[in-house]
């Protein structure tokens, strides 16, 4: 039996439409008031309660948090996972039977934090392998592309280029030199064909996992910018992990080629499996040994690009404040748009 929600409405032919053709879709105030209070709860306990490797992720700059798999110790977004709406909504995308939850990540941007995300494809750097993943961003804030509303590139998950996975702080463990170098998209944005969004919190990007994507720092005086994805996969997904790809630190029974299992990856659609729902009763930490692991790799694979000449320097991309807010009062321009 399924404990999840039906949302207050399912998508329509022409919402799922635009998010294969675009590789992204943005759904205006389909999130229940109650689930954006449950989320944003839990967001708030997981800045309080950061991870040893969201700290470490979020390090270098003051006024950014980045942390992962939250659900696994916050019992708010546990809930919202299992309960809310939102695997029903992965499965109409995914024209999945099944729907297992892959992981969470949360985006904190304090008002003034220069931190842009570069722009990535979010496969190039996960364990797995499928067509049937989409990924979800729920913003906590109201958000314009100067205070760090997500931008994509329409169309960009049916290019051929696999993009070197380039994340906030540049982790060396996750860049494949193998793969391709991305454009700079900034610097050339007449090239490209971006697309954007102002959102409020209620509104959700459903997005798939090759869509180019990225954002600015949140150039708001006064804002915050806040956000949880949300990352869920269908039946052809397989565990295909790489030494360049992201490590999971949490228990599961996957094997390689294999479907993703086991309380890592908890099945939600058609139903839950018991198992996997009463091994996170309570909270999880990750595996010390594995989150140990990840930091040496990560250790040797900068020594390694630093040895080979490539400085994480090279791979920068063009992030320039966005020419509409300079002169501008913070918070003027969200009328006009
Ligand atoms: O919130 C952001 O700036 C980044 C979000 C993102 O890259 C993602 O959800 O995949």
């Known amino acids: 039996m399924s404990f999840s929600v039906m949302p207050n409405r399912i998508l329509t032919t022409e919402e799922i439409t635009r998010y294969h053709e675009d590789g992204v879709v943005m759904i205006k105030g389909a999130i229940d008031p109650n689930w954006v209070k449950l989320i944003e709860a839990g967001v708030e306990r997981a800045r309080d309660e950061m991870s040893m490797v969201g700290r470490f992720m979020s390090r270098k700059t003051r006024g ?30 995914m024209g999945s039977n099944e729907v297992r939850f892959f992981y969470d990540q949360m985006f904190v941007k304090e008002p003034g934090t220069d931190a842009p995300t ?12 499928g067509e049937q993943i989409t990924s979800f961003w729920i ?15 329409r169309g960009s998950h049916r290019w051929p280029q696999r993009f070197k996975a380039i994340s906030p702080d540049y982790v060396a463990a996750i860049i494949d030199e193998k793969m391709d170098d991305i454009p700079d998209i900034n610097a050339n944005p007449e090239r490209y064909e971006l697309l954007d969004w102002v ?5 959700i990007l459903m997005f798939h996992p090759l869509t180019l994507h990225g954002s600015h720092g949140n150039m708001h005086r006064t804002r915050r910018r806040r956000a949880l994805a949300l990352r869920w996969t269908g039946d052809d997904v397989v565990y295909a992990p790489t030494r360049k790809r992201m490590p999971i630190h949490y228990r ?5 080629g294999g479907g993703l299992q086991g309380a890592a990856f908890p099945r939600i659609l058609p139903a839950h499996e ?10 999880e930490s990750p595996a010390f040994g594995r989150v140990l692991a990840s930091g040496w790799h990560n250790f040797m694979s900068s020594m390694t690009m630093k040895t080979r000449g490539i400085q994480a320097q090279q791979l920068k991309q063009t992030w320039t404040q966005p020419k509409a807010l300079s002169g501008d009062p913070a918070g003027s321009r969200e009328q006009i748009r």
Request: glycine share 4%; charged share 25%.
């Open 64 to 93: 950014y948090q980045m942390d992962i798999f939250l659900w696994k110790r916050i019992d708010e977004l546990r809930d919202a996972i299992y309960y809310g709406p939102f695997a029903h909504w992965a499965q109409q995308l």
């Open 118 to 129: 570069p722009w990535h494809q979010d496969l190039s750097f996960w364990p797995i392998r």
């Open 139 to 153: 913003p906590l804030d109201p958000v314009t592309r100067e205070s760090s509303g997500l931008m994509y590139v």
């Open 199 to 203: 959102m409020e919190p209620g509104d």
């Open 252 to 256: 599961h029974s996957s094997t390689v």
């Open 274 to 283: 018991p198992t996997e729902r009463l091994a996170r009763r309570l909270p």
